[in-house]
């Protein structure tokens, strides 16, 4: 029996990373909305990794905390111990990566969920979405509720019409002995959506007291953490350590005997897994030199005993799984407690988004997170942002809220999205910004919370830190170009003993500070007036000053894409009705309906010759409406 | 304004004059660089002002012509523009475009001036049609000249660069993507030599760019053949001198006798080797030996055979290692009657019989040999802006590799070296209209185990 719920403004479908972060930013914006999940006991699960962040997600997690999302927050306040990956290789590729209380992190966010104004969290299961017209009308539930809404945002992770391999066992369900939901994604077939089947892999928990760790490798956390929130305060401590191990030929040998019992490999698996993510099978069968493959050994929690295995997913049936773990040192007498699986699940192809996340053709209908094609926590949690802020703004009858791929990794997750598609779970890396030294994790709060502030998902306290810090760090980067540091003794010892090419004659600190090796923590003893001062601001004038002509030069790029990005393309464009352009281009040009200019150049199939077109047509348009 | 374009307005062809038009944001001051009008500065001209000067490098002059100053909006395109006319010889446009590109202006696209002057309002709307088409036109012709390029072995030399280049970053984002893989560590001495290396590959491709050398050191032609089959009367009658010594002795010729003649506007240089056979002394196995060394660097062969004697198998022995380089069968002696040679046509790009009695026998030769260059690489239109793209690009590359090899002698860190090598694929990649990221992604992905 269907019966009415009360109107509200927004439904998000889905309570993990994507869901929440959709759910606090439409909520914080003023509406009303309902959070709909299948367990509240799920809410934030990490049915994978138990850890936060790496290369280029750690960047993500920064850039959802300038923009006022709750992660980074909820990985501090939940970590148990904390690394800055790639130190040495450059600011750009600087990461932070932090292994997170998964249970804590649940129950933290449930509170975050259940304390917010405008949010109401309701345990039920969306099975289907009702239209009118081409507009959002509402969502029925499992137990009859019809929820009238203006715009609903999809969340549901792994779960549409997932299933769940293990050898030759399979069946219908989601991670963690949740159900599969079936019914709502032939309801999304009914609309006519286009979707497609991924595939991901999680490995085998086992239990800590089954673990020799006098046989493994320690890996321990940084000594000074760093936050990933700019508004962290607290001096975060380790609480943990993680351990390495290796395979041997033995793990290979009867992994390699045990091949055709793996769906993967027998065909029973049709979904398209992520190159990235490779099962230890795969590993063996693509890398068939290497002798050994690497696994970390996490810790899932400070109240449980469950180890999660890095680097060890399988679909192997249970009993191959546990022989060949025991051949690995360390692992001889391992305990599985859940085993390793593959899933596969229906997703959408992300060429039907706007960069808005908006649905082409159902207005009021958005996507994010893995139901969007991506892999992660973090990419999730970023588009479950620029979901709610737009499904919110679009509401409220504000302009729509698009970053460009020179502002953030989230922009460029988005815009690679929506612009190229994506044909595996798409993960972010650092290798897909090309305005890498740009976009930093450590500048993350100067790149989005002013954007963060204007839309008002950051508050007051936190923009005006935010203004004090760029304050100070405009007055150190004139301050040392008025300190003059005189060659001595002293100083071209210490130069030389780290590699420094002397100093000859006085120069101006500010000009010192851009020779390479050369930083405050050597000069700032031969600064008589150095004021005290963070080392966030140091760290800041210093990178600004060493990549100088490199972040120029990128600059200039982003000014050349800038130009084009201001050329708005309409949205009723009918591309196949321009004879002038080339007919693939008319094809792709139709496909993906580009926002703008820029966004059309970067569609495989589209030329500059053909944007040249574009340009030109737009103009005449313009023209003709003058009129 | 948009930055500074410029290419040749009038066709790239031997002629009169020619005008290369540059537009956009200081295209005068561009100009007023490499040209020197005799009395004023070009920056000083009033819009529709005329100047005669000098076109120059540094301090030397290159050639004489004259500078047509517009202002914006008064110009075809609405923007500030120069036109410089100059000579109309290829050497010289060429010149003159590597020069604008050195100041600081870039090549034109296919159309580009024409789309300026449509968006600057310097055209009424019913001509926005025609604009667009001749875009689309354009691309497709410049599209067939990729198509073409990519058949190429320049073409597949850069791109085997690339390629090389492509692995090096891709190792290198491996391990900055995955820092807790397994990957092998990045060596920055490797890497600087490695890219060194490729640097120096892109360098020779500039040095040896075959239009360039074609146009501007001529094609060089090398004669062969048995003894006494006429190799130094043919050279003779096709340079019209008489350097070659020519007696009824085989063997005459034993150093390479060089002389140039233009056909057609094209420069050949003619090497006139020592006939092949057993050498009879040691001066002579000299001689022999130079003439297979020439063969090496030859971008057009002539096989000259007696035409009244059957061929032997080994005469064409020797030609077999040459088998990329056009070649012609002249069968000389055409006077004395043909006989049934056993010639494999394929062997060849073509035959042709001579005689040296008969002048015009010798003027077809020149005509095949200019039809048979032509062809195989030489198209007065469309390619040489094409190539020239592609010069600037190669050269661009090596500029970016030459950037990311300082960058890692000063100690820079890989987030930037990056930078600088994905510059590099970049520039390369702009002839096939890829992007870099995805093949340094794709790379990633193929060679390395990474992952959960």
Redesign the interface.
């Known amino acids: 029996m269907e019966y009415l719920l009360d109107k509200v403004e927004i439904v998000v479908i889905g309570a993990g990373h994507a869901g929440i972060e959709a759910a606090l930013a439409s909520a914080k914006l003023g509406c009303k909305t309902i959070l709909l999940t299948m367990s509240l006991d799920q809410i934030a699960n990490m049915p994978?990794?138990p850890s936060i962040g790496g290369?280029?997600k750690g960047h993500l997690v920064r850039e959802i905390d300038a923009l006022g999302g709750e992660m980074g927050k909820a990985a501090d306040e939940n970590m148990l111990q904390s690394r800055i990956?790639?130190r040495?290789?450059?600011?750009?590729?600087h990461s932070p990566r932090a292994q997170i209380d998964r249970n804590q992190y649940h129950v933290y966010m449930k509170n975050i969920l259940e304390t917010q104004k405008n949010l109401y969290i309701k345990q039920d299961e969306a099975v289907e979405i009702r239209l009118n017209k081409n507009t959002i009308a509402g969502v029925l539930t499992k137990l009859g509720a019809f929820i009238q809404t203006d715009a609903v945002i999809i969340c549901c992770g792994t779960y549409l019409n997932s299933k769940i391999f293990v050898g030759q066992s399979s069946y219908f369900g989601g991670p963690d002995g949740s159900p599969s939901s079936g019914q709502f994604s032939q309801s999304l077939k009914n609309l006519n959506l286009k979707l497609r089947r991924f595939k991901t892999g999680?490995?085998a928990r086992v239990n800590r007291r089954s673990i020799d760790f006098g046989k493994l490798e320690v890996q321990n956390g940084d000594d000074r953490i760093t936050p990933f929130s700019f508004s962290n305060q607290k001096q975060l401590k380790n609480k943990i350590q993680c351990f390495i191990a290796y395979t041997n030929s033995k793990t290979h040998d009867i992994i390699k005997q045990n091949l055709k019992k793996s769906p993967l490999y027998s065909g029973f698996i049709e979904g398209i897994g992520?190159?990235?993510?490779?099962s230890i099978e795969d590993?063996i069968v693509?890398?068939a030199d290497?002798p050994r493959?690497?696994l970390?050994i996490e810790p899932i929690g400070l109240q449980t005993q469950e180890m999660y295995l890095?680097?060890m997913?399988s679909s192997l049936p249970e009993d191959v799984q546990i022989d060949f773990l025991r051949t690995i040192k360390g692992l001889e007498n391992v305990e599985i407690m859940r085993s390793a699986y593959a899933i596969e699940y229906d997703c959408l192809d992300p060429l039907e988004l706007y960069p808005t996340l908006e649905h082409k053709k159902i207005r009021g209908l958005y996507g994010a997170g893995q139901f969007n094609g991506t892999s992660g926590y973090e990419e999730a949690a970023a588009q479950g942002l620029i979901a709610g802020i737009n499904a919110a703004r679009k509401i409220k009858g504000k302009a729509e809220f698009v970053l460009p791929r020179s502002s953030s990794y989230i922009g460029t997750l988005i815009d690679d999205l929506v612009t190229k598609g994506c044909t595996e779970p798409y993960r972010i890396?650092?290798?897909?910004?090309?305005y890498?030294?740009l976009l930093r994790q450590d500048n993350a709060d100067q790149r989005l919370t002013p954007l963060g502030f204007e839309i008002g998902l950051v508050n007051k306290e936190q923009y005006d830190k935010f203004m004090q810090k760029k304050q100070k760090i405009s007055q150190e980067k004139s301050r040392i170009f008025k300190v003059i540091i005189k060659p001595s003794d002293d100083l071209n010892k210490e130069f030389i003993s780290q590699g420094i090419s002397r100093l000859n004659q006085p120069q101006k600190m500010g000009d010192l500070l851009k020779r390479?090796?050369v930083g405050y923590s050597v000069l700032e003893q031969y600064d008589q007036n150095m004021p005290d001062i963070p080392t966030d601001i140091k760290e800041q004038v210093e990178i600004d000053l060493?990549?100088e002509g490199?972040i120029k030069?990128?600059q200039q790029k982003v000014e050349a894409m800038r130009k084009l990005e201001t050329k708005k393309l309409p949205p009723d464009i009918d591309y196949s009705a321009i004879n002038?352009?080339?007919l693939e281009a008319r094809e792709k040009l139709n496909v993906v309906r580009p926002i703008n200019l820029g966004q059309a150049l970067?569609i495989?199939g589209v030329?500059?010759?053909?944007v040249?077109?574009l340009?030109?047509?737009l103009?005449?348009r313009g023209?003709?409406n003058d009129k | 304004m948009e930055k500074c374009i410029a290419a040749v307005a009038t066709p790239i062809a031997p002629s009169g004059i020619a005008v290369i038009r540059l537009s956009g944001i200081d295209s005068i001051k561009i100009a007023s660089k490499i040209f020197r009008p005799v009395k004023k500065n070009l920056e000083m001209l009033n819009g529709y002002t005329a100047a005669y000067g000098h076109i120059v490098e540094k301090e030397e002059i290159i050639d004489d012509g004259v500078a047509l100053v517009f202002r914006a909006p008064n110009s075809y395109t609405g923007e500030d523009t120069v036109e410089i006319s100059c000579h109309g010889g290829i050497l010289i446009i060429e010149k003159v475009l590597e020069l604008c590109y050195a100041n600081g202006a870039s090549p034109a696209q296919n159309g580009e001036f024409t789309k300026r002057a449509f968006l600057n309002n310097k055209m009424n709307l019913t001509q926005a049609e025609a604009v667009m088409d001749l875009i689309n036109a354009q691309s497709v012709v410049a599209l067939k000249a990729a198509n073409a390029a990519k058949s190429g072995a320049l073409y597949k030399k850069i791109d085997n660069i690339c390629k090389n280049m492509v692995e090096i970053d891709g190792h290198i984002q491996a391990w900055l993507d995955y820092p807790d893989e397994d990957i092998d560590l990045v060596d920055s001495k490797n890497v600087a030599q490695e890219l060194g290396m490729l640097k120096i590959e892109l360098e020779k491709i500039l040095k040896n760019y075959r239009l360039g050398n074609l146009v501007k050191s001529g094609v060089k032609t090398v004669i062969v053949g048995k003894p006494n089959v006429g190799k130094s009367t043919i050279t003779n009658l096709l340079s019209g001198r008489e350097k070659s010594i020519v007696t009824d002795i085989s063997g005459t010729t034993r150093d390479i006798v060089e002389s140039e003649i233009q056909i057609g506007g094209l420069a050949f240089i003619l090497f006139d080797t020592a006939g092949i056979r057993e050498a009879q002394d040691a001066v002579e196995k000299i001689g022999i030996e130079r003439a297979k060394d020439k063969l090496e660097e030859a971008d057009l062969i002539l096989f000259i055979a007696d035409g009244s004697q059957n061929i032997d198998k080994t005469e064409l022995e020797f030609l077999r290692k040459h088998d990329k380089i056009p070649k012609i069968c002249v069968l000389n002696k055409e006077d004395l009657g043909i006989l049934g040679q056993k010639i494999n046509v394929s062997d060849f790009s073509c035959v042709v019989k001579t005689s040296c009695k008969k002048p015009d026998t010798i003027e077809n030769l020149k005509q095949k040999m200019l039809e048979l260059m032509k062809l195989n690489s030489f198209d007065c239109s469309a390619p040489l802006i094409f190539n020239e793209r592609q010069k600037i690009a190669i050269k661009k590359a090596v500029e970016d590799l030459q950037g990311a090899i300082n960058a890692i002698e000063n100690g820079l860190t890989w987030d930037a070296i990056c930078v600088s090598i994905e510059d590099a694929i970049d520039d390369l990649l702009e002839l096939t209209g890829e992007i870099s990221s995805e093949r340094v992604i794709d790379e990633v992905f193929s060679k390395f185990c990474v992952g959960k």
């Open positions: 994978c990794n290369t280029a990956l790639n040495g290789k450059g600011p750009a590729v999680t490995p992520p190159r990235y993510c490779p590993k693509r890398f290497k493959h690497q970390f890095q680097g997913s890396m650092t290798a897909r910004s090309e890498r030294l390479p090796g060493k990549y490199y030069k990128q002038e352009l080339r970067r495989s030329n500059p010759a053909d040249a077109v340009s030109i047509w103009k005449r023209g003709a």
